[in-house]
């Protein structure tokens, strides 16, 4: 992995320039100079350690223009997505793209009630009566899925509707975790995606995650996401939202009235 800045801007160039690797590989592809300007400023950032805000229009080619520079930037990085949509783009259609081309490794992290539980699964199905035909139906295509996954991610599940109620019941769920005492500890999905991702050099990240994470750091509890040089946040214009809902403090007429007659 290259370290000068010179020899970076280089590689950039010839992989995002007018005859370079991408207009020979993608059929379709179009040399945008402000793409190559994006990249090399963010290369800047994440060489000098400082911070900058990047507004690109439509067509600019934004996704590359970050993550070329930070996969060759030799330090981990976290790419932090507003939406699963994007993250999951940027995963499995952009990042092989540059794996084709450039060794490292990257890993997609999501919160952890996207992944299935192995003692909540094996309890769920020793239970004598399904409740709801529904949940038998379900859980017939979960059994079917968990002999395969790799990932335990419910997003595999196509056929799982999004506000299925068999879902919640087999998740892992950090409230009823058994961590290093559940008998399932070595094959648990959360448990090896942490290991994956403290070996890994990209991070793709959602924003949810990224500030629960923080918010469980702050309390002094470990987090999950490894410790990384830089972080970039995509659609950031969600940010504040979220950042609100971690950090921020809900207010309500029946608070302030409880609070005025604490005070009287």
Known sequence: MPHKTKEIKKIINEYLGRDGVLSKELPGYEHRPEQIAMAEAVLK?????????????????KTLAYLLPAILSNQRVVVSTGTKTLQEQIFYK???????????????????????????????????KLEFIEDRDSFAQVVTWSQSTQSGDREELKELSEDSPLWPKIASDADLCHGS??????????????????????????????FADLAIRKQGFN???????????????????VITEYFGLNVSDKKVLDLARDLR
């Open 181 to 210: 005492n559940c008998q399932h500890f070595r094959e648990c999905f959360v448990t090896r995606l942490k290991i994956k991702a403290q070996a890994a050099e990209l991070l793709v990240v959602n924003h949810s995650l990224y």
């Open 223 to 241: 987090g999950v996401i490894p410790r990384h040089k830089a972080v970039i946040f995509d659609e950031a214009h969600i940010l504040e939202d």
């Open 94 to 128: 952009d990042l092989p793209t540059l794996q084709k081309h450039f060794n490292f490794r990257a890993v997609m992290m999501k919160g952890r009630g996207n992944y299935l539980c192995w003692r909540r699964f094996h309890k769920f199905g020793l239970q004598p």
């Open 45 to 61: 950032v994440l060489t000098e350690h400082g911070i900058i805000l990047v507004e690109a229009g439509t067509g600019t080619g």
